[in-house]
């Protein structure tokens, strides 16, 4: 499908593909996000004071999105490195968010007009193995291959399912030569394996468990006032991702953009903008909120995510975006 020259993302330059959730100000948001050479573009301000950058609206490449998906959240290190109202709040309100309707509401601009957005969450999983101290991205691929092959996880309608692990405190995330005391927040990916004589798919995302350590040391993006509600706000990020970018390491592996990339800008996926530009002026907390939820019960820790409708990050709202063009 056609796309604007101006907007396309060139893959020669593989940090232009952004997969990741980085720390605004931090080494790896040095190596992996590009401002605008320009500056940010003012004609007027969005609600929450950070100016919109049209320059960032997201691009279709014709690449797989998931417009009805599951998730299942496996935490690492067994229930002795994790409080249970930790656990159980993580699940409760990631599962509460990506059903939310007002929070959908924002993401269908990324699909075809009519188009049934869900999320069905599979129960989860505490893996009660030994607690890592780091986990690097082929660890991520091959505890993932293991838990399928191993049925402790399903392995039904993986090309619509994305695995979760979430990191125990004081575990260390790492990508290649970046980790998460650099600023990395998470990332998600896929990993092709062999089952029973068949080629597989499989779709992850890692997630640190975002603190200031007691060494007074950031590890991941310490960013809503506990732990946990950080952790949502990442998990959000990276699911939303695999449902606008499912493929977007097939695209970094093979430099190839057209017909595996799914929707990305110039400063990355549906994720990233937000968070660097609210980072550079000083107001990341205006991208990581609290909102309630669309039946009014409860309150879900969210960031907020790239509209091309504003061309910025754009919270909850009532009625859908029109469909972002094509």
């Known amino acids: 499908m056609p796309k604007p020259t101006p907007n396309k993302v060139q ?19 040095a190596r992996h996000y590009r401002y605008p050479q320009t500056g940010w573009v003012q004609p ?3 609600a929450q004071g950070i100016p919109p950058d049209a320059s960032a609206d997201l691009v279709f490449h014709g690449g797989k999105t998931v417009p009805q998906m599951e998730f299942q959240n496996v935490f690492l290190g067994g229930q002795a490195s994790w409080l249970a109202s930790d ?21 269908k601009q990324y699909f075809d007009s009519g188009v049934n957005l869900t999320c069905d969450a599979r129960p989860l999983l505490v893996l ?13 691929q091959q505890l993932v291959v293991r838990l399928l092959q191993q049925g402790k996880v399903p392995d039904n309608d993986l090309g619509t399912t994305i695995f979760n692990l ?16 650099g600023g990395l927040g998470g990332y998600h990916g896929s990993v092709h394996f062999e089952q029973n004589g068949r080629s597989q798919t499989a779709y992850y995302s890692a997630n ?11 590890n991941g993006i310490p960013a809503f006032d506990a732990s946990w509600k950080d952790v949502v706000g990442t998990l959000y990020h990276e699911i939303n991702e695999f ?14 953009d057209d ?55 754009e919270g909850p709202i009532d009625e859908p975006d029109p469909p972002a063009q094509r």
């Open 11 to 29: 893959s020669s330059n593989a940090t232009r593909l952004m997969r990741i959730q980085a720390r605004p100000g931090s080494l790896v948001e």
């Open 166 to 181: 979430v990191l125990p405190p004081g575990t260390v995330l790492k990508l290649d030569q970046d980790n998460s005391l």
């Open 128 to 140: 009660e193995e030994a607690k890592p101290v780091q986990l690097d991205e082929p660890d991520v």
């Open 87 to 107: 656990i159980d709040s993580i699940n409760t309100a990631i599962t509460l968010a990506m059903q939310d309707r007002k929070l959908n509401n924002v993401v």
């Open 243 to 256: 449902r606008t970018d499912a493929d977007v390491r097939d695209a970094i592996a093979t430099g190839n």
């Open 208 to 218: 640190v468990f975002s603190q200031t350590l007691p060494n007074g040391q950031a």
């Open 259 to 313: 017909g595996v990339l799914g929707w990305m800008g110039g400063q990355g996926e549906v994720g990233d903008q937000p968070i660097a530009m609210a980072g550079q002026l000083g107001m990341l907390q205006r991208v990581f909120q609290e909102v309630l939820s669309s039946s009014g019960n409860q309150s879900v820790p969210v960031q907020f995510l790239y509209s091309n409708a504003v061309h910025g990050a």
């Open 44 to 46: 007027a301000a969005l």
